[in-house]
C-alpha cells in the first residue's frame, strides 16, 4: 500500500485551525481575551520560529476544553467548523487528495492540532485516518491533559509508527505533504517528500535536497512552484 500523508494547517487549510480555534473562543467569551490573545500569538510565533514547547503550549491550548460542558464545546464546534474553517479549505488541495485516493492510495492527515478542533476538518476532506494529539477525555468531560504522543515533530514520525506497527500496514511508498519546518522530521523519513507553500526554512531545506515545491494555493489544482 502507498500511504499519502497530509499535514493540516497551511497545508491542506489556507490557515491554522489551532489558532482560529483559540480566537473562536475568545470571540465567545470562553476564555480571557487580552491575556489569551497575546498568549496564543505568542504560541504561533515560537511555532514559526520552530521554538515552541508543546508541553507548555498544550496546557494552553486543552485548558478550555475542561473548562467548559462538552454539550457546549460539540455545538461551538460545529459553528466555528462553518464559520472558519470551510472558508478555508482550499480547492486544490481537495484536488490532490483525490488525485492519491484515484490512485488507491491510504489518505492520513497527521497534525499537531488536537483531534478534538481536527476530527470534523478530516471528515470535510473525506480523510479516514487522522493521528493528532489526543486529549484526555473522562467520565464525559475534557481533563486538559493529553494522552499518547503529541503528534508533533518528531513525534509524527513516532505517532506514524506507532500506527503502523498497531495496524500491522506494510507501505510501499509514502508521501508526505507539509508546509512547514517543524515537519522536517516526518519529511525527511519518507520516501516522497512535498513542500507545500513553505515557510522560509523549508523552503531552503527543499531546494538543498531537490524536493517537489507547490503551492495549493492557486487555481483548483496543485501547481509546481520553481
Known sequence: MQLAI???DNTL?????????????ISRGAVEHSEYESANERFMREYEQGQLDIERFLAFSLRPL???????LLEWRKDFIRQHIQPTVLPAAKALVEQHRASGHGLMIITATNRFVTEPIAELFNIPILLATAPEFVDGAFTGKYVGIPTFQQGKVQALQQWLDEEGQMTTAMHFYSDSHNDLPL??????PVAVDPDPQLTEAARERNWPIITL????????LT
Open 6 to 8: 497530509f499535514d493540516l
Open 13 to 25: 487549510l489556507g490557515g491554522d485551525s489551532d489558532y482560529l480555534w483559540g480566537r473562536y473562543l
Open 66 to 72: 475542561a473548562n467548559t460542558p462538552h454539550k457546549v
Open 187 to 192: 519529511l525527511e523519513h519518507v520516501d516522497h
Open 217 to 224: 494555493r492557486e487555481g483548483s489544482a496543485p501547481t509546481a
